[in-house]
């Protein structure tokens, strides 16, 4: 309608909260969070997700951007075609997938040698997951002040928990993810993960407890976000809903706290395309006498000669192994 052009102009903003009613969009990188809503029928290809807009979405609204507060809000019209999402499966039952977050730069996979222990079938599963989506993923293994001494001294507080904490960087930095020790109370390279945030929205994830929103509150502790939640995983039934939210960091990108995760489903691949989510094969497997190869009967099998090389770890191998078990089924990650 030409006469409330004006008015009606299309302008793009990306959602940093969702509400249940409502969202808050921002013209990212500003940080000016202004209402929105959903109107009638949104133009939108993907019907699989249970919720249609996400976190990180850039999304196309009608209206003048005013306050967060809900009079007047924008309407939202369009959601833009999304770079990456990861999502995860609503409920052991259905097949529906529950957007956490769209067009993420990096996602930070928090892990902790002990309280929690860390799960490595869990992680490989996380890390396939974000391959298959297309995220970045830094492992960020937390808590290091357990095992480390203070920053001066070379003496370890834990030698077996250190010793443990070095395998483990070691199988994953073979694989080809960067690995890196942080600690909240000793400040050990939070600098780092500061300079990782800059000009990026990026995802904490992991098992409760590990210290995600700790973590992000080091990185700006103006955020003060609750530490030592619970646990929410008997609350994420069938009908709750986990809703997520962006925050500003004030040395620069944009940050995304999971709460009380339960694991993330999987997407449906086929037994010939898992190993091209897992980059120590995906070097190699060209190399297969077979095309494509499972690795698993194959003669020939250029994956399974560096899995007994050692160049491929053997726990690695396994989860592929047991990943490929759970065939025909949406593939969880816990
Ligand atoms: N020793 C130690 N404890 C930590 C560290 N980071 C977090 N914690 C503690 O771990 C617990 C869980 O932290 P929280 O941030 O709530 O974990 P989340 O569930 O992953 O968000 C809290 O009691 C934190 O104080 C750390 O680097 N070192
Ligand atoms: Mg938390
Ligand atoms: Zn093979």
């Avoid at 302008?11 to 909260?17: E, F, S």
């Avoid at 730069?105 to 079938?121: C, G, H």
């Avoid at 939070?190 to 990026?200: A, T, V």
Wanted: hydrophobic letters at 35%.
């Amino acid at each position: 309608m030409a006469e409330n052009k004006e008015k009606n102009q299309t302008n793009r903003a990306v959602v940093v909260k969702h509400t249940g009613s409502h969202y808050l969009l921002s013209h990212l990188p500003d940080w000016n969070p202004f209402m929105a809503v959903v109107k009638g029928k949104l133009r939108l290809d993907d019907t699989t997700n249970t919720n249609p807009i996400a976190v990180g979405d850039i999304v196309e609204y009608e209206g003048t951007p005013s306050s967060t507060s809900s009079e007047n809000p924008c309407t939202i019209k369009r959601v833009l075609e999304r770079r990456n999402c990861i999502v995860r499966r609503s409920t052991n039952l259905s097949r529906q997938n529950h957007l956490i977050a769209a067009n993420i730069d990096r996602v930070f996979l928090t892990v902790t040698i002990k309280d929690p222990e860390v799960k490595l079938q869990f992680v490989d599963r996380f890390l396939v997951t974000c391959q298959a989506y297309d995220v970045p993923v830094t492992i960020l293994l937390n808590k290091a002040d357990v095992y480390r001494g203070d920053e001066n001294s070379q003496e370890l507080k834990d030698e077996d928990l250190a010793a443990m904490a070095a395998g483990f960087s070691q199988i994953y930095a073979n694989a080809g993810y960067e690995v890196i020790e942080t600690s909240v109370k000793s400040g050990l390279n939070i600098e780092k993960l500061r300079e990782l945030c800059k000009d990026k929205v990026v995802l904490f994830s992991g098992q409760s407890g590990v210290g995600k929103s700790s973590l992000i509150n080091a990185l700006d502790p103006k955020l003060n976000l609750k530490t030592a939640e619970i646990s929410q995983a008997h609350l994420q039934g069938k009908h709750t809903t986990t809703f997520y939210q962006m925050h500003p960091i004030s040395s620069g990108g944009f940050v995304v706290d999971t709460p009380g995760i339960r694991g993330f489903g999987l997407v449906n691949f086929s037994k010939e395309e898992l190993s091209n989510y897992f980059p120590e094969m995906m070097r190699v497997q060209d190399g297969c006498r077979f095309n494509p190869c499972t690795h698993t009967h194959e003669p020939g099998c250029a994956v399974k000669e560096a899995v007994e090389r050692g160049e491929i770890s053997p726990l690695r191998y396994d989860s592929y192994l047991a990943m490929l078990e759970d065939d025909g089924k949406y593939r969880e990650a816990e």
